[in-house]
T-cell receptor, first 111, second 118 residues
Framework: NAGVTQTPKFQVLKTGQSMTLQCAQD?????MYWYRQDPGMGLRLIYY???????DKGEVPNGYNVSRLNKREFSLRLESAAPSQTSVYFC??????????FGQGTRLTVV | AQKITQTQPGMFVQEKEAVTLDCTYD???????LFWYKQPSSGEMIFLIY??????QNATEGRYSLNFQKARKSANLVISASQLGDSAMYFC???????????????FGSGTQLTVLP
């Protein structure tokens, strides 16, 4: 039962470097999400994809891009990492009205 | 304005006792969903319980129940017979049909850290 799989689990970047966080789900869900979690602030939505081929900005999209490669995969790209992007990143998927199921998270540090 | 408010940053409960974690929400939609998640120290997000806005009965899942008071816009989580393994951060979340141009996103509160004492 893989559910939602994120890679990598940990990453350290230097300011200005780029990277892509990968996410795949095997639950045949239409909707996928990227959240970031910072201490004391809960989870904030970065980007959302209602279905293959569509993406929408969430609450904090600046500095990020996403690609919904197919129904299973939804990647998050940081083009030029900044220390303010140090956070824990979660990918999730859901059916339209159902609960979201989350990956294990990626702990990203930008130095 | 906050869409989801969790006013208790931290809570303590004695093992085997019940505890209520508060959640209030703000929406003008008639159709919405409310969710609770548990995040243990290992970091994963675990779905616990769901309440739809049109559900007449309070949702229950094992030791978890949701005290849904629609007029007060509250959706409190009740954990009965607390166990040491219940120590974790708990998040309340809401899904609206459409919010700020992004359809069906989940909005989370800031969480409540629950500690169960032996």
């Amino acid at each position: 039962n893989a559910g939602v799989t994120q890679t990598p689990k940990f990453q350290v970047l230097k300011t200005g470097q780029s990277m892509t966080l990968q996410c795949a789900q095997d639950m045949n869900h239409n909707s996928m999400y990227w959240y970031r979690q910072d201490p004391g602030m809960g989870l904030r939505l970065i980007y959302y994809s209602a279905s293959e081929g569509t993406t929408d900005k969430g609450e904090v999209p600046n500095g990020y891009n996403v690609s919904r490669l197919n129904k299973r995969e939804f990647s998050l790209r940081l083009e030029s990492a900044a220390p303010s992007q140090t956070s824990v990143y979660f990918c999730a998927s859901s059916e339209a009205q159902g609960p979201a199921f989350f990956g294990q998270g990626t702990r990203l540090t930008v130095v | 304005a906050q869409k989801i408010t969790q006013t208790q940053p931290g809570m303590f409960v004695q093992e085997k006792e019940a505890v209520t974690l508060d959640c209030t929400y703000d929406t003008s939609d008639q159709s919405y969903g409310l969710f609770w998640y548990k995040q243990p120290s290992s970091g994963e997000m675990i779905f616990l319980i769901y309440q739809g806005s049109y559900d007449e009965q309070n949702a229950t899942e094992g030791r978890y129940s949701l005290n849904f008071q629609k007029a007060r816009k509250s959706a409190n989580l009740v954990i009965s017979a607390s166990q040491l393994g219940d120590s974790a951060m708990y998040f309340c979340a809401m899904r609206e049909p459409r919010s700020s141009g992004s359809a069906r996103q989940l909005t989370f509160g800031s969480g409540t850290q629950l500690t169960v004492l032996p």
